[in-house]
């Protein structure tokens, strides 16, 4: 699995894959966009008819809905509270014993809560998955984006796998001197400064030895640098960009006329 | 008599994946065994299983006859002290003797017999000047040393050196040879190693893996004339040895300097 | 012509009281090998990082003398610009992996990208050098799936493909296996005979006394510099600085003591062979 360290992106030979990451971008930022605006949830959820066609179409359909499946709990638990505490509800559904009462406007805002989070987050995914974090860098320094700040994000995205290997040698290394790092919370704060302690020291080690890294490979030159990875923006970019404007603004402006 | 036995041992990470492959191994006391292979052959996985930082997906590990998996680790470290690769994993105090101090303090060791464990581990690794100091101030072979120590003062019945060598200059080589000769008295002590001029010196057996699987079990002597095996293995034996291996009537175990010039003192005579 | 030149360099770390260094003063030949041997804290790391300007420019600390690398004054001059001049690449293979490239294609573009390289020139030169270190069918992969060996080998090439004169090698296997040792050292020597200056610090006496063509002992200073088989049989020098001669050095010594054998110390296993195959006979 061609899987990038802690991205998610997946490598894959489809239509969606070769569109510019700021295309898709632009899609995200419209979804979003809408999410907050549009005027009822019918409508949100009415977005949802467009990612399926696209995730078909990127060859992603099943791991673009992935998260939502792991995150039911939540939703379940969004319609309790707000269906019986919602605290500006007005309007009852119905009286349940002990005094509880299901509030229509409750469940009403729940589904709106609801809806809005389901969609950022599949649209959110599908981004993720089609979109390769060295072309997003690349094309956003392109138009603007500082190349320290972009080198610090691709970077990180790495890096946190890494660390998190490092941290389990460290739990092994004292778990064989008898540390418990299981057990009570007493216990388990006991061992924070045995495993803390060298993570630390370790990853400053680290951090001076990479940034000679980055010296030695003239990363604090001066002029203009170039892109190993080139996303150019082609007809068809422009058309997915004009076409997702367009839907967004008559879209929006549906929800609040009709 | 034996301290560990690994009986039809399989080990994945992920499923289908075989990191260990049917390992029977058995470890008794007084050895100093070596385990040899290239990364990535299963020597680690293989040791962290007999403090229990892993389990077996298949098969069981016995540690003096009782299965390790009703052991916690912090219960089978008093067994079996596993000395981590990089000293820098693990060091967190800010003096030589509070490091040393904590395996023993986890297991409830106290006052004045932690203290004498302390010192005691501190002489045995050579670094009881140093006990004042903080870690971060001692050289690289002076760190491993305080790790050695700080498994040393738990007094575990075996000893596990994960690469005692690397990143040591020759005088740390030679510290190093010279304290597995000394905890060879007192402990069983099983090491990792790439160093084969160190695996020659010291080991009385060779365990060689190859992946996740034991290819042979025998003396060093008769490890180093298995060309095949070693090759598959990317080890090489030390150089002395090559040599009396490339001289034709020599013979092919030679393990040391003396060994080589008694076969070529008894070649001169004929 | 010397590529490489040292005045009287010395240096301390801010915070030290000794020098690390002090004294300096070699002249490297363009296309030489150079073994550099130590004990630990004997100031090789700080010696390999002053030729790309890490030292001064990097690390605080106090300097004097000079050093000139290709032409330019390494105090007057940026990594960056350095960089171009000077390759170095030190012990732990995956610290030096940027991680600013999902794939080995991308690490090794890394500094060509921050050169400004356009893209065609950029494209071809990495495949160029995928070629040359072997892995020209990994390109697409992640260098963290990578063995040590291999990593260090992409270390190396990503430092290399920004076609410095000089390389500087700083332990580069002392965290390797033997086969990534192998690997490592392989593509060293193919480096260097392909014109490259070669500066490297390794304790493999074995591996130095084939390849080298004159060794730097340094204890804080340079104390001794020689071909390798004068260096590396010189029992008493290396004994008072920490260091051993080889087995092969120490068979030579014992033929000599017994009378059978009267020339210079051996370091060779060739050489040391045919002595042996010839007293033999």
Redesign the interface.
């Known amino acids: 699995m061609a899987n990038a360290g802690l991205t998610s992106y997946i490598e894959k030979n489809s239509y969606f894959h070769k569109v510019n990451p700021l295309t898709k971008l632009l899609i995200l930022i419209c979804v979003i966009i809408l999410s907050f605006t549009l005027k009822n949830f019918i409508y949100i959820l009415a977005l949802l008819v467009i990612i399926i066609p696209i995730a078909i179409k990127s060859k992603v359909l099943s791991m673009t809905f992935s998260p939502i499946f792991k995150l039911y709990f939540m939703f379940i638990l969004l319609f309790f509270i707000q269906g019986f505490f919602h605290p500006y509800a007005t309007e009852k559904l119905i009286d349940l014993p002990f005094g509880f009462t299901l509030w229509k406007d409750g469940l009403l805002y729940a589904a709106y809560i609801a809806a809005r989070i389901f969609v950022m987050m599949v649209f959110g995914y599908w981004f993720v998955l089609t979109t390769h974090p060295g072309d997003l860098v690349s094309s956003l320094s392109r138009i603007g984006l500082p190349h320290a700040l972009g080198y610090i994000i691709l970077t990180t995205l790495q890096i946190i796998p890494r660390f998190r290997t490092q941290m389990q040698t460290i739990i092994d290394a004292q778990r064989s001197r008898g540390l418990e790092t299981q057990g009570n919370l007493i216990q388990r704060l006991k061992s924070f400064v045995p495993l803390l302690g060298p993570l630390f020291m370790g990853s400053v080690q680290q951090a001076v030895e990479k940034s000679m890294a980055l010296e030695a490979r003239a990363f604090s030159a001066k002029g203009e640098k170039t892109s190993y990875r080139q996303a150019t923006i082609k007809t068809k970019d422009k058309v997915i960009m004009v076409i997702t404007v367009l839907f967004s603004i008559s879209w929006e402006v549906l929800s609040w006329t009709l | 008599m034996s301290i560990i036995q690994v009986k039809n041992v399989s080990f994945e990470y992920f499923k289908g994946v075989k990191v260990l492959n049917n390992i029977n191994f058995t470890l008794n006391k007084g050895e100093v065994v070596a385990i040899i292979g290239q990364n990535g052959s299963g020597k680690t996985t293989l040791v962290k299983h007999f403090n229990g930082l892993l389990r077996p997906t298949k098969g069981e590990v016995l540690i003096n006859d009782e299965d390790a998996v009703k052991k916690t680790v912090a219960q089978l470290s008093h067994t079996c002290g596993y000395v981590f690769q990089n000293p820098d994993d693990q060091i967190f105090n800010s003096v030589v003797t509070a490091e040393v101090a904590f395996g023993p303090s986890n297991m409830g060791i106290k006052s004045h017999e932690l203290k004498v464990r302390v010192n005691e581990a501190l002489r045995t690794v050579g670094l009881y000047e140093e006990r004042d100091k903080h870690p971060l101030d001692l050289d690289l072979n002076q760190k491993k040393l305080v790790a050695i120590a700080s498994i040393v003062a738990m007094r575990p019945e075996l000893i596990i050196l994960d690469e005692p060598t690397t990143g040591q200059d020759h005088a740390g080589l030679l510290r190093v040879e010279a304290l597995i000769n000394e905890l060879r008295k007192n402990y069983t002590v099983i090491i990792i190693s790439h160093d084969m001029n160190l695996v020659a010196r010291v080991a009385s057996r060779v365990v060689m893996m190859c992946n996740g699987e034991i290819i042979f079990d025998g003396s060093p002597k008769e490890a180093f004339t298995k060309n095949a095996l070693m090759k598959k293995t990317y080890l090489k034996p030390p150089i002395i040895t090559e040599l009396a291996q490339s001289l034709k009537g020599f013979k092919r175990d030679v393990l040391t300097v003396d060994e080589f010039m008694d076969e070529l003192k008894t070649k001169l005579k004929k | 012509m010397d590529i490489v030149t040292f005045k009287d360099f010395s240096w301390r770390y801010a915070g030290y009281r000794g020098w690390t260094l002090s004294n300096i003063n070699l002249s490297i030949k363009k296309g030489e090998f150079i073994g550099i041997i130590g004990?630990?804290?004997s100031g090789r790391t700080t010696f390999c990082?002053s030729m790309?300007g890490?030292i001064p420019h990097?690390y605080p600390g106090l300097m004097e003398g000079e050093i000139i690398v290709d032409g330019v004054n390494v105090e007057k001059t940026?990594?960056?610009?350095l960089?171009?001049r000077v390759?170095?690449a030190?012990?732990?293979p995956?610290?030096?992996?940027?991680?600013?490239?999902?794939?080995i294609?991308?690490e090794l573009?890394?500094?060509?990208?921050?050169?400004?390289?356009?893209?065609k020139e950029?494209?071809k030169k990495?495949r160029d050098m995928l070629k040359l270190i072997g892995l020209e069918h990994f390109g697409?992969r992640?260098p963290?799936e990578l063995?040590?060996g291999q990593q260090q080998k992409v270390?190396i090439a990503?430092?290399l493909i920004?076609n410095p004169k000089i390389l500087v090698l700083d332990e580069p296997t002392?965290?390797l296996?033997?086969?990534?040792t192998?690997q490592v050292f392989d593509m060293v020597k193919k480096l260097s005979k392909k014109g490259i200056t070669i500066i490297m610090s390794t304790?493999n006496i074995?591996y130095l006394s084939k390849f080298a063509d004159r060794i730097v002992l340094f204890d804080n200073k340079i104390v001794k510099v020689d071909t390798p088989d004068k260096i590396l049989t010189d029992v008493e020098l290396l004994r008072e600085h920490?260091?051993?001669h080889?087995?092969?050095t120490?068979?030579s010594i014992?033929l000599k003591k017994m009378g059978?054998y009267n020339k210079e110390l051996l370091v060779d296993?060739d050489d040391?062979?045919k002595v042996?195959?010839g007293?033999?006979k």
């Open positions: 004990k630990i804290g990082s790309l890490l990097f940026s990594i960056s610009e960089s171009t390759g170095l030190f012990q732990s995956a610290n030096q992996l940027t991680g600013a490239g999902t794939t294609e991308e573009a890394f500094g060509l990208q921050n050169l400004g390289i356009p893209y950029m494209h990495v697409k992640s963290f063995s040590g270390a990503s430092v920004m002392s965290q296996d033997p086969l990534g192998e304790n074995n920490a260091l051993t080889s087995d092969i120490e068979v014992r059978l296993f040391l062979k042996i195959e007293l033999i």
